[in-house]
């Protein structure tokens, strides 16, 4: 079984051309009292009844799954997707998914609404072998699973709230919020799962500004020690310290803002040092590292191995 499309657009789009289209719809409102459910409410009900009738004939019965993104903006007039749209959002909504997800999730395109720039997506089917057997849907796939979550993440960003608990996710959708800057684009998201649900979320102007501050960095600052063997020299200042002999040992890339210090000093390679650096990492607002440096500042006193007993 297939969604279908919004009841209230299916309505919308049967009375288009009834000139007493609005009188009727308010007449008919006003019989029928106020609506406290949203649209994704009440579609979803819609949908939830036609798999309980589908179900009465055949129990395993589904519905599809879908995704359908809407962009919107000044350049989106002519109903036309442009190709530079879909390659900066495609790819970066389902890396979003699959993070939220968990695990990868590949999503396939499968039209476009005419019209306007509504495109649908479905996650890809799963490749059985010809002696496996066919299984139904699961009642929570790994899609649904990392749709609900991101748009529970797109609905924080638009009401400004605090994000940090998808910090995983925020990549993925900083890179989004930054295509839909750069084309002037608004994102909607509905998406409609196995068992009727439907819920739709979006990425627009105040979201999109959210993103941006919550991008900018502060600098933490603290001071360490780095004791090691040099591994690396550039005469521009900087010194690779490699703290041991493992393979996978860490190495630190330590920075002389005077490389004249560096040179007085006369090191060389495999020559054991200890330096006193200064650790700085720089911070988003979600508690992300965007960048880590290690500035040297001085020589730190040699550590001496206490004897042991004999």
């Given at each position: 079984m297939t969604t279908g499309d919004s009841w209230r657009?299916?309505?919308?789009?049967?009375?288009?051309?009834?000139?007493?289209?609005?009188?009727?719809a308010r007449r008919l409102l006003e019989e029928m009292g106020t609506e406290d459910r949203s649209d994704d409410e009440v579609e979803a009900d819609h949908r939830a009844s036609r798999l309980a009738a589908a179900r009465e004939y055949e129990p395993n019965?589904?519905?599809?799954?879908?995704?359908?993104?809407?962009?919107?903006g000044p350049d989106t007039e002519g109903g036309a997707l442009r190709f530079q749209w879909g390659d900066a959002?495609?790819?970066?909504?389902?890396?979003?998914?699959?993070?939220?997800?968990?695990t990868p999730?590949?999503?396939?395109?499968?039209?476009?609404?005419?019209g306007s720039t509504v495109i649908h997506a479905r996650p890809?089917?799963?490749?059985?072998?010809?002696?496996?057997?066919?299984?139904?849907?699961?009642?929570?796939s790994a899609t649904n699973t990392g749709m609900q979550t991101f748009?529970?993440?797109?609905?924080?960003?638009?009401?400004?709230?605090?994000?940090?608990?998808?910090?995983?996710?925020?990549?993925?959708?900083?890179?989004?919020?930054?295509?839909?800057?750069?084309?002037?684009?608004?994102?909607?998201?509905?998406?409609?799962?196995?068992?009727?649900?439907?819920?739709?979320?979006?990425?627009?102007?105040?979201?999109?500004?959210?993103?941006?501050?919550?991008?900018?960095?502060?600098?933490?600052?603290q001071e360490m020690t780095i004791s090691g063997r040099i591994t690396e020299l550039r005469e521009s200042g900087w010194v690779k310290v490699k703290t041991g002999t493992a393979k996978n040992a860490p190495a630190y890339d330590v920075h002389f803002e005077e490389p004249e210090?560096?040179?007085?000093?006369?090191?060389?390679?495999?020559?054991?040092?200890?330096?006193?650096?200064?650790?700085?990492?720089?911070?988003?607002?979600?508690?992300?590292?965007?960048?880590?440096?290690?500035?040297?500042?001085?020589?730190?006193?040699?550590q001496v191995p206490l004897p042991l007993d004999p």
């Open positions: 657009e299916h309505w919308r789009a049967l009375r288009e051309d009834d000139p007493n289209a609005d009188w009727n019965a589904h519905l599809d799954e879908e995704l359908r993104l809407r962009l919107t959002l495609l790819d970066p909504v389902e890396k979003a998914v699959s993070a939220a997800a968990g999730v590949q999503l396939e395109l499968t039209g476009l609404s005419a890809v089917a799963a490749a059985y072998g010809p002696d496996e057997p066919v299984l139904d849907a699961p009642a929570t748009t529970r993440l797109l609905d924080a960003l638009e009401s400004e709230e605090d994000v940090r608990e998808w910090s995983r996710l925020f990549d993925s959708v900083d890179t989004v919020a930054r295509a839909l800057d750069k084309y002037t684009l608004e994102l909607n998201v509905t998406w409609y799962d196995a068992d009727g649900g439907v819920r739709s979320a979006r990425l627009g102007e105040r979201g999109r500004r959210y993103v941006h501050r919550l991008r900018e960095t502060r600098s933490r600052d210090t560096l040179l007085r000093m006369r090191p060389g390679l495999g020559d054991n040092v200890h330096f006193r650096v200064r650790f700085r990492q720089r911070l988003d607002a979600v508690g992300i590292a965007r960048a880590t440096e290690y500035t040297y500042l001085g020589p730190a006193a040699e």
